[in-house]
């Protein structure tokens, strides 16, 4: 005769109680890669961002046309002879740049400029291989999905079309008069590096989450933060575009007072260069107006985002706008003070470097609009 049980009896207590959540069906068994390809992209990000670091630091000491060939094997290796040394600087001096601006340059000199484009080149090569092992290693595992190899492999066509493009930039200061390298080639290279930057971050970001909670998150997107930070990140990567375009005609050294330009509003000689489009190119006066003004109006922007943030319910949306609104101050205080010390290069390499971490926050809050996780009542 079976005992008659109360309907408040526990049942199976002698069975662990596991109350983990393990994730949905579509996530289970298949998650063990998340955290590889995770570590990867972040070295990868790593080297990118030291990569536009050194970039930035070559530029501003005028070392990019140092070395005046481009050769991918051979290349790698450094003169390591007296007679190595002094071909090299004869390649060097039949350039415009030294004709023009650094005759009479010592071998003790070119050999310090030297060294930043050889370096520069090397991490280059670095991060290549750097993605090239990661990008075979991983899919030898055979452990992740056909979409995350698409993307790996578009992270890499990114890299080898921004080491084209390196030496496209190179070579238009090679010849002709010019004694640096085209600008608007400048800001094709910086921007592409930006974009590789913001494409391996928002990996990161995704790889890092579950299918299932990707999907169950964007449910609670946050219609009007997607639009702020996507109205903000184009503008943000346009204002990136007319700073490179200010570092590739040395714009920034030129009108040192602020907030005026040689006691001007906008200088009288914006438009003086012909045909018309090449002032806003080639014209310093232009180029460091237009990019003042984008960046007031970008700060205009992003105290409207702040202020509105205010409202939302979701406590790391506000965190998020008010660090993107804090760096935008950063930004144009570096900025001003780049301008006013006539941009040495300690200076301006700061103005670059938040650059990147402007793009990051502006990035990592989109995301949480895009994708925002369950949060607490209490915080």
């Known amino acids: ?6 309907i408040f009896e526990d049942v199976d207590i002698d069975k662990p109680n596991d109350t983990s959540f393990k994730g949905g069906y579509i996530d289970q ?3 063990e890669w998340r955290l590889g390809v995770s570590r990867w992209m972040k070295i990868l ?4 961002f030291l990569m536009v670091l050194v970039g930035g630091l070559t530029r501003l000491t005028d070392s990019g046309l140092s070395i005046t060939e481009w050769n991918v094997i051979k290349g790698a290796i450094p003169p390591l002879s007296d007679i190595a040394w002094a071909l090299e600087f004869d390649k060097y001096k039949n350039i415009p740049e030294y004709q023009l601006q650094n005759k009479g340059m010592s071998l003790g000199d070119f050999k310090v400029i030297y060294w930043w484009e050889w370096g520069h080149r090397q991490l280059g090569r670095f991060v290549g ?6 990008f075979v290693y991983l899919n030898l595992r055979k452990k992740i999905p056909n979409e995350w190899k698409f993307r790996m492999l578009f992270v890499g066509l990114l890299g080898g079309l921004q080491g ?12 002709g008069r010019m004694v640096d390298v085209a600008s608007y080639r400048l800001a094709t290279h910086l921007g592409l590096a930006f974009i590789i930057l913001g494409t391996l971050f928002w990996f990161v970001m995704r790889v890092e989450r579950t299918d299932v909670d990707l999907m169950q998150s964007r449910r609670r997107s946050n219609l009007q933060s997607i639009r702020w930070t996507s109205l903000l990140l184009v503008l943000s990567f346009w204002q990136i575009l007319l700073g490179a375009l200010v570092a590739g005609i040395d714009a920034g050294r030129g009108y040192i007072d602020w907030p005026m330009m040689n006691g001007e509003f906008l200088p009288s000689e914006s438009f003086d260069y012909n045909p018309l489009w090449t002032n ?3 014209n310093p006066a232009l180029v460091q107006f237009n990019h003042r003004i984008l960046g007031y109006v970008l700060m205009a922007l992003g105290i409207a985002a702040w202020f509105k943030s205010r409202s939302i319910a979701h406590r790391k949306l506000r965190i998020g706008f008010k660090a993107i609104l804090i760096m935008m101050v950063a930004q144009m ?6 301008v006013m010390y006539a941009a040495p290069w300690y200076i301006a390499i700061f103005h670059q470097i938040g650059a990147v971490v402007l793009i990051v926050l502006i990035l990592q809050t989109k995301f949480i609009a895009n994708f925002p996780q369950e949060q607490s009542v209490r915080s």
Do not use: H
């Open 1 to 6: 005769m079976n005992k008659s049980r109360n």
């Open 29 to 31: 068994g298949r998650d």
């Open 45 to 48: 990000f790593i080297l990118v």
């Open 129 to 134: 291989l750097v993605w090239l092992i990661g």
């Open 164 to 175: 084209a493009i390196g030496w496209w930039m190179v070579s238009s200061g090679l010849v």
């Open 280 to 282: 806003f190119f080639e």
């Open 333 to 338: 205080v570096l900025g001003i003070v780049t």
